[in-house]
């Protein structure tokens, strides 16, 4: 078997022998734009059983079947970290999501803020690049991009012991550390508000909630995305599964 540099994300179940039918879009991608073929060899994760080597049996223009030998990674599941964050422009979403894959999210949800301009998104085309970016990053893992909702509809269904790193852009200036000591183990999650920031209310209601911790990323206002990946660095940095 050839090398098998291609990672690809399949749904079904894998284990070793078996037999996994490749989407249309899968095939073109590995037969007609990275030119594999019989024999060759690709690297499939299903997100839960790790990573496989397989072997391409059938390929075709529109289809294909691979055929799996072994197993090359076990599963490696993430800490156990949402980002909740609200949508700003198409590109810049798009790159929080990326980052967030890559940097170890466990579920990712969008989320409308009183100032956030978005009213739609396409959760959709936003699971396709976590899928992108896992495949991308070695990671054996894709985290749920969650459908569109509201902010205080989130909140008013929070799980309590679910503790909230909230970054407000309101708190630069004033020192802020994550205690991480006491909360470390704990389910966490991530806030990032939209270009306009949190309202007055939204600010007052999350400072009031027990369970979130108001953060400072430091003395200058960081774009939304900027924002997201710093987050992330430092709650991996002090909670998370990096070193
Ligand atoms: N329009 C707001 C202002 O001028 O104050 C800035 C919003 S900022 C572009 C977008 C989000 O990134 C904020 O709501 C916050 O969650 C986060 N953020 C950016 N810089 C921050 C900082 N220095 N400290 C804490 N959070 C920050």
């Known amino acids: ?47 839960q059983n790790g990573e496989w080597l397989a072997e391409v049996v059938e390929a075709g223009k529109r289809g294909g079947t691979l055929e799996v030998r072994r197993q090359t990674k076990p599963q490696q599941m993430p800490p156990d970290l949402w980002l909740v964050f609200a949508p700003i422009k198409k590109a810049r979403t798009d790159f929080i999501v990326e980052k967030a894959a890559e940097m170890g999210a466990a579920k990712i949800l969008p989320v409308q803020s009183e100032y956030t301009n978005s009213e739609r998104i396409r959760q959709d085309r936003l699971q396709a690049h976590a899928v992108e970016a896992a495949e991308q990053c070695g990671g054996t ?14 909140l008013d269904h929070w799980p309590a012991e679910r503790q909230l790193m909230f970054c407000d852009e309101a708190m630069v200036g004033q020192a802020s550390v994550l205690h991480s000591a006491a909360q470390a183990g704990a389910p966490w999650a991530i806030l990032i508000g939209p270009e306009g920031g949190f309202s007055e209310a939204e600010r007052k209601r999350l400072h009031a909630l027990p369970f979130a911790h108001p953060v400072s990323l430091g003395p200058r206002i960081l774009r939304a995305d900027t924002a997201a990946v710093a987050a992330m660095a430092l709650w991996q940095t002090a909670m998370g599964d990096w070193g």
């Open 1 to 47: 078997m050839t090398d098998a540099k291609i990672r690809l994300y399949v749904e079904q179940a894998l284990s070793e022998g078996q037999s996994v039918p490749l989407t249309r879009e899968a095939a073109h991608y590995l037969f007609g734009v990275m030119r594999r073929g019989v024999g060759d060899g690709v690297l499939l994760f299903d997100g």
């Open 141 to 154: 893992y894709v985290p749920e991009v969650r459908e569109l909702t509201k902010l205080s509809a989130l």
